[in-house]
């Protein structure tokens, strides 16, 4: 089979850089009154530098899946069929993202219905963008059928074995598609400016549950056989499958859990306030507009805390204390059923329309359904961390707006700036122009752009007619171009105040001072955010002695809850407290959440006798690990490495 040329992501970044439009504030700003532009060629001028689709040229309206589970092979094999929006008179060519995928055969519908092959071409693989797949369609067709094989190695994939399962006797499987990992598991034009709808055959082993962000049945026969439907358009990084031994509970009549039989009921009472949240959104932001809204507890690999995958939200286990007090996770993933799923960002720089408007409605559920105090707690364990991230070094990635060129990897996104500052610069809005004239505005801003993927351009084109303009003499254009478009978190940016962190830090200012340490009168009504303030107002290293003394009130080592133990074996690790040792091992084989475990392995790496400690669990962890979590810790111990080999 001929190759193409192999594309090296850095000219692929230098060619797209040149191209696409600065995202420094353009000098042709929009007039008041513009009609905010959502059309094609507005899309289009945002080129998406992760994909090699032609979304300009033809489009993906609908796919059809039918594919075959084999956890055996660790393998998803079949077909995917394309009905196709041919857009450009002489566009000939379907160009698709694959990774790592074995392409067997492409066919495509002649004018009588029949299949007929296509000739198409693989290229060699670009270690960050995949190969690409273009098919020559000479007759345009209206419907285009490729049969492919996934690798054991996919990268939006994990196959567990059952030892990495809560119940240890069926295998796992699941999906992570964001952000350019749909593409290894399913070939795709993968980027945010196609939408499509979807429909799925999937077959398994019979004692395999199958669900997919789709129209999941909570009464469907469990029995190797099943199909989905999904009527709303999604981009790519939303199509998600999952399997493995998942049964379900109702949470009400439109939202339920998923997860293996030994967490369900724990699952159902910890999520059991979902419908209320769902009521808050919508009657802040209008309806919620995807029919269910379920939960799929996954097994502890999971690398993230959550996925907003549509109708059927990803969580980790590690959310799951017993109090509730981790629950935002799932206020943020609901949100994301606003921003991000009905109104997506269209390029990775812009991911801030995403993460940042969902923390912030985030922290808006949170306040309906828990109380201001909680919700200011949050937040402020939020900024706190935010400002600890920014450096000299880093300013290019602080900018809400990031310029083309400034991101490597649209994986490498997932910043404070991203979440933080962009839920901050919202929350300044908010208190700018009062809660009911922006609630208003964004409630009109995911109705307008509903189903569609816009630039920060356009986002902030529409605030500029629609709340500035309309709401003159609150905020002007500096202040609002200074949070899209400058480093750092501008001085005018409002402040949270937390009335418990202020006991929080009283306490912890008398232990260091006098030894004291705070009654349990006081800590045993304490939640997750007030241990995450005591543990991170610490100074960078204690006296073994002072950690044994905090070990032995309040038994951090070993701690069940996840946000506790990220906080505290970093801490351990600084200050030498080996005693720790063996229950942080522990966590870190059994938990593969990035955020979790990074701090970790972030602080062992800085000595030689820590690297070497990490090294040894990582061999250990790594069978368990989900391949985005191997590739971040074998970033941190390549880097350590590297600066010693340099000395
Ligand atoms: N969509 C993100 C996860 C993501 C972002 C995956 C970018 C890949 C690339 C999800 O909604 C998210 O933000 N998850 C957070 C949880 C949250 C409560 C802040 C996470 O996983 O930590
Ligand atoms: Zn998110």
Partial sequence: MPKF???????????????????????????????????????????????????????????????????????????ATYTLDWLADDATQLVLDTRDLEISKVEGAGKDGQWQPLQYVLADADPLLGSKLTIDAPERNATIRVTYATSPQASGLQWLEP????????????????????????????????????????????????????????????????????????????????????????????????????MVEKAQAEFEDTEKMIETAESLYGPYRWGRYDILVLPPSFPYGGMENPRLTFATPTVIVGDKSLVSLVAHELAHSWSGNLVTFSTSRDAWLNEGLTSYVENRLVEALYGKEQADMESAIARGELKEEFTEENKALQRLAVKPGDLDDPDHNLTGTVYTKGAWFMQFLEQRFGREVFDDFLRGYFDHFAFQSISTQQFRDYAIANLLEKNPGKVSQEEFDAWLYEPGIPDNAPQVKSQRFAVVDAARISWTGTGTLPSAQVTSKWSTQEWVRFIEGMPDTLTVE????????????????????????????????????????????????????????????????????????????????????????????EGAEGKDAAK
């Fill in 5 to 79: 040329l192999i594309v090296l992501s850095a000219a692929l970044a230098l060619a797209a850089a040149g191209c696409a439009r600065d995202a420094a504030p353009p000098t042709d700003a929009a007039k008041p009154g513009d009609a905010p532009a959502a059309s094609t060629e507005a899309m289009d001028a945002t080129r998406d530098e992760y994909s090699y689709a032609e979304p300009g040229k033809v489009k993906t309206t609908e796919l059809a899946l039918d594919l075959g589970v084999d956890f055996a092979k660790k393998q998803i094999a079949g077909t």
């Fill in 163 to 262: 030892s990495m399962t809560e119940g240890g006797k069926q295998p796992f499987m699941f999906s992570q598609s964001q952000q350019i990992h749909a593409r290894s598991w399913v070939p795709l034009q993968d980027t945010t400016q196609v939408r499509f709808t979807y429909s799925a055959h999937v077959t398994s082993p019979a004692d395999a549950m199958v669900l997919m962000s789709a129209d999941n049945d909570p009464n469907a026969a469990r029995d190797g056989d099943y199909s989905f439907k999904m009527p709303q358009k999604i981009p790519s990084y939303l199509l998600a499958i999952a399997a493995g031994d998942l049964v379900f509970r109702p949470i009400s009549e439109r939202s339920g859990v998923w997860a293996e039989p030994a």
């Fill in 546 to 637: 002072q950690m044994q003394a905090l070990d032995d009130a309040y038994h951090f080592t070993g701690t069940p809850n996840g946000e506790i133990a990220q906080r505290w074996y970093p801490l351990a690790v600084r200050s030498g407290y080996h005693a720790a040792d063996e229950e942080m091992a522990e966590f870190m084989q059994r938990v593969g959440r990035r955020k979790l475990i990074m701090p970790i392995y972030n602080a062992l790496v800085k000595t030689p006798e820590g690297l070497a400690f990490a090294k040894d669990v990582f061999a250990k962890a790594r069978p368990g690990y989900h391949p985005i979590t191997t590739g971040s810790v074998q970033a941190a111990i």
